[in-house]
């Protein structure tokens, strides 16, 4: 008699861990890693040309691109100085580091020149003499005063009428 209760024990233990391992699989297969990659297009890029110890620095968006706000920062070592010069009142210094367009930029527009221009560069440039001014970058998709995201102007990409004018 005792056997036989030690069996049914056994059993009901094996359902039990039986009726887990569902939840268990279900587990491991929604936690399972991946590898690879793909490319993500942001709509932007960056132009910069250089004269006379100035980097000009311009933001394009492509023609698919959702109305976005867009900062720029620029790096370069210790031993110079960089300053930033606009025309107009198109771009804010906010004090971060980061120079803000004022302006929405929609879809194929571009930001006003930004000047980055490179101070205490010494005057006896010797070959081989060498640095770099990295410029930096960044957009986020555009918000109006609620805090909803600006879309396109979709009047323009939408024939409102039917094709009937």
């Excluded at 198109?90 to 930029?105: H, I, N, P, T």
């Amino acid at each position: 008699m005792k056997t036989k209760w030690k069996v049914l024990a056994i059993i009901a233990a094996i359902a039990v861990l039986m009726a887990s391992i569902g939840s268990a699989v279900a587990y491991f297969s929604t936690s399972a890693k991946t590898s690879g990659e793909q490319p993500v297009s942001l709509g932007t890029e960056i132009e910069e040309t250089v004269t006379d110890w100035t980097k000009h620095v311009t933001v394009s968006t492509d023609q698919d691109s959702f109305p976005v706000y867009v900062r720029v920062r620029a790096f370069t070592d210790s031993r110079f100085m960089l300053t930033y010069s606009w025309s107009g009142d198109d771009w804010k210094d906010e004090g971060d580091g980061f120079y803000y367009y004022s302006k929405v930029l929609y879809a194929s527009e571009s930001t006003t020149e930004l000047d980055v221009k490179i101070n205490n560069i010494p005057k006896d440039l010797k070959e081989g003499f060498d640095f770099n001014v990295i410029v930096i970058y960044e957009c986020t998709r555009a918000t109006d005063d609620d805090g909803q995201f600006i879309t396109p102007n979709w009047e323009d990409a939408i024939d409102l009428n039917g094709g009937n004018d």
